[in-house]
Structure formats: C-alpha cells, structure tokens
C-alpha cells in the first residue's frame, strides 16, 4: 500500500548523495547497452596459448572506464534478470524470473526516464525468439518503442548455431535497422553465441581451445573470443557508417557462463586453488563504459549489475534524486558498501558472506560472524523493500 511505498522511498532517497564531476558529460548522447551472454570477467586480458581470449576488449578497455570488480547479481532469470536489474536498479526476484511473473507490474524504467529527461527512444535487438523471457510482452511494459526480434533477421542453416543467429551476421543486419531509429535512442544489442554448452562452426574458431580437463571450459575461451570477434565487427561498422561518434557505449557480461559444474577446468586455466574466495571472484563480470576521444581508467571499486543504471544516468546528467531504486553511480559508490547476491550472500570491502560464512578477504580466513552482520542487515534490508516493491506493485503508488 501507499505506507509502504512511502517506507521504501525514504529508505532509498536517505542512500543517495552521489555525486563525481563526470555527472552529464554524455549529455544527449545515443545509449548503446551490449549484454555479452555468459561473459566472466577472467577472461578480459587472459591468453590461452598464449592468444588473448578477448583482444578487441583489452584495446577497447584502453579508451573507457573499466569497472574490474563488478559482480553477477543475477537469479534464476538468467539473462532477463541482468535485464532487469540494468533497467530498473531492482532486485531480481528469489524465484523464477520478473519478466515472465510480473510483466503488469509498474516500473520505473530507464527507457521511460530518458523518454522523460531527454525525449529518447528505446530499442532492444536480439536474435532470440520474442517471446523467450516473455520479453515481448515486458519490453512493452518497460517503455521499449520496437523489439527487433528474431523474425527481423535473415536466420539460414548457415548463419545460426545454438539459440540462433550467430552474433557476427546478428550486429551485421542490425545496422539498417540502427540507421533508421530517431535520435537521441537507447539501443540495447543481447548476444547470444557464447552461450553453454559453447557450440562454435570451425569457421567461427579464432582461437584453439584451451587444454583443461573440462571440455565446456575449453570450448567457452574460443565462443567468447567469436562473441569479441562480433563487437569489433559492431564498431567497425558504426564507426563506416557515422554512428560511433555521438554515443555512450555500455558493455556488461551477464552473467557467469562456467557454472560450479565446470568450474574446475576455470581454476586449471587460472593457475587457482578451488576456494570460496576463488568462486567468488569468477563470479565479476566486465562492466564498459565507452565514448569516443576519452581516456581510459580502471575503477576498482565493487558492485553490481544493479549499479549500471544509475550509472548511465549520472553520465547523461539526470539527477538520480526522483529515482526509487537500489543503485548506486559507480564513480562514487561507497567502497564498503555490499554487493548483494539473490541467495542472501554478499561481498563488500573487507568481508564476504557466503553459504552461511563470514570471509576477511584479506587474510581469506573464516571469520566471527558478527564481522559480517552489519553488512547482512543491509543485505535483507534491500532484498526485502525489492521484493515489496515488485510483489505490492508499489511503483503504483510512486511517481
Ligand atoms: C536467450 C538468451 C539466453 O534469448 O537470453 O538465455 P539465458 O542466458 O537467459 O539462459
Ligand atoms: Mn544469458
């Protein structure tokens, strides 16, 4: 009801004072989201063979803001909860997948912002079927204008593999279709080839595999250096057709692609121990943020894929003070401020929690729980208001 929206926004509007000079240097430009399916953060200036599993990204990361300590805060809606979280800087829920149980629901989407504050458009491209993830329906209720799905593209025998369209001839025949939008739009491109099992035709190959014990790790060092193959594809063509210049580009993996399953043949390749500590850090995600002519920096501090919205509209200089949500501008998140994961688990500066067990993740020792419970209460603090506002449909409430 209307008393507990007023409870979360006080809550919300009480975090937010962030602020850092870079606040509207992308000031009506073009918003490009890329979701990389399955993409780990390890694999960002690795080599196997010595070949870099991700080159375009090294040199690109070299030009941007690189965020190397942003972890995967997804549930089990996988791919639309990454979606989610970047839109709306909610939770995702405990179960199932918001797109798909609460498509009704009123949010405060970026889309529906910047239609606001800058009278843009939005835009998802996507080689999937529209339906998938329900996000046909929920891309609608999210203020997206079109959804260039699946019966967009040209699909052959040929140019697909594993969910379909391969993402090279996927960012190919998107362009026509990117020329043509209004301007200023936010365009969001999810790839889909680097996705498990990580089937790859020879042709697609750049790279051998890698040589560990586990056959899904082998294969997913060569599916992501297609997938990085595809985006330097992407910026070629943007850049051919005039389309680079003006817009803020915003690159997230999302979520991990080695699951625990796996995840030995990822420790082999690493030269790691299999720890709690270790399991953690593979659970990063890159995060970056691109525009043209800018200077590259590395941001060490932590968080979430549900910092990547306030994020972007703190650099398209729109005042995060009316927005209720949980994220937070990364160029001045409170560095000891935890990252919240679905489970109840968290990492923040010093200490981690995970399966029950308070970490110092300087001496990676277990420790005394009460180092973690401050960080803990925030931690159902936030899971809880999320889950009010999405199961009490309180955005109606909210404006
Ligand atoms: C399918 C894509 C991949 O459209 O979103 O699915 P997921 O990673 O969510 O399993
Ligand atoms: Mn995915």
Known sequence: ???????????????????????????????????????????????????????????????????????DQTAQGKTSDAEFMVDTGLYPMPSGSVFVRRPENNFQSLPLILKENGDYKAYTFHGNDAEFWNRDQMYRTLGYEHFYAKQNYDVTEENSINYGIKDI????????????????????????????????????????????EEGVVNRYVTTVRYEDAALKRFFELLKEQGM???????????????????????????????????????????????????KGRIIDTIGGEIDIRATILHLLGISPYQQ??????????????????????????????????????????????????????????????????IMGDLFRFID
């Not at 025949?173 to 209004?182: C, G, K, N, V």
Request: aromatic share 12%; charged share 25%; with cysteine.
């Open 324 to 389: 209720t949500s949980f994220s937070h501008n990364l160029f001045s998140r409170d560095k000891d401020k935890p990252v919240i994961f679905r489970d109840g688990s968290m990492v923040a500066r010093d200490y981690a929690y995970l399966d029950n067990l308070c970490y110092d993740r300087n001496s990676e020792q277990v420790v005394e729980g009460k180092k973690c419970s401050p960080y803990l209460d925030t931690v159902r603090k936030e899971l809880q208001l999320s889950d009010d506002i």
């Open 169 to 212: 001839p996927f960012f190919e025949q998107s362009m026509d279709d990117l020329a043509a939008l209004p301007e200023p739009y936010m365009a969001k491109f999810i790839t889909l080839s680097n996705h498990f099992p990580f089937l790859l035709d020879e042709e697609d190959q750049m790279i051998e595999q890698a040589d560990t």
């Open 1 to 71: 009801n209307e008393a507990d929206a007023q409870a979360v926004n006080s809550y919300i509007q009480n975090n937010d004072k962030e602020q850092s000079d870079l606040f509207g240097i992308a000031k009506g430009k073009n918003v490009v989201l890329i979701s990389l399916e399955s993409t780990q953060n390890f694999v960002i200036n690795e080599t196997v063979n010595r070949e870099e599993i991700t080159p375009f990204l090294n040199d690109l990361i070299k030009d941007s803001y690189y965020f190397s300590n942003i972890y």
């Open 244 to 294: 680079y210049e003006d817009t803020l580009f915003v690159i997230y993996g999302d979520h991990y692609g080695i699951s625990k399953k796996y995840e030995k043949g990822v420790h082999e390749l690493l030269g790691q121990e299999n720890t709690p500590l270790n399991h953690l850090n593979l659970q990063q995600v890159p995060l970056i943020i691109h525009m043209s002519g800018q």
